[in-house]
């Protein structure tokens, strides 16, 4: 009895970690745009996924102008969202509303400085809009945030959606 509960061990944990090997990866990551929730150096662990909802670290894939590579950011949006970037009134800052409603982000440490190339994005059927954290501006390009997300090259396909970030491992 002991050797079959053993063995069933050892098939149990074995199919745990195959089945994890398919469904999840692990990246370190190069940046700062998801600051201060994921900083340069951290270690990330991905749930291949599709299956997205709004305020999720994700990761995706994408073409930063030297080939495709991976990108993390946070979901601001999904299909049918429109996300609309409003002057604050203190003229230093913009708010974000998502379908109409005050985006409250408790996960930011510096108001949003850049709405990037327009004040209002529609997402559209099987796509979602991204942002980092990290949404102080580049003090070597004031017009340039330090995340490069939706703003600077619009909505990301769900067939780019590499999975969610389930754990992250500070460096």
């Known amino acids: 009895m002991k050797k079959f509960l053993t063995i069933a061990a050892i098939l149990l944990m074995n199919f745990v970690l195959v089945a994890c090997g398919e469904n999840a990866l692990t990246s370190t990551v190069s940046g700062t745009s998801m600051y201060p929730a994921i900083g340069d150096g951290d270690t990330i662990k991905v749930s291949r996924t599709k299956n997205v909802k709004r305020s999720d670290i994700i990761m995706y894939e994408h073409d930063f102008g030297n080939g495709f590579a991976h990108g993390v950011a946070r979901v601001i949006g999904i299909a049918g969202d429109k996300i609309e970037f409003v002057f604050h009134e203190d003229f230093q800052h913009y ?77």
């Open 95 to 171: 708010e974000i509303y998502l379908n109409d409603e005050l985006l409250l982000e408790d996960y930011i440490s510096e108001p949003t400085k850049n709405s990037g190339t327009a004040l209002v994005y529609n997402v559209g059927a099987n796509e979602i809009f991204v942002m980092g954290d990290n949404r102080s501006v580049n003090t070597s390009d004031t017009n340039k945030p330090f995340s490069t997300d939706s703003r600077t090259f619009g909505n990301v396909s769900a067939n780019k959606i590499v999975g969610v970030v389930v754990e992250i491992i500070k460096s």
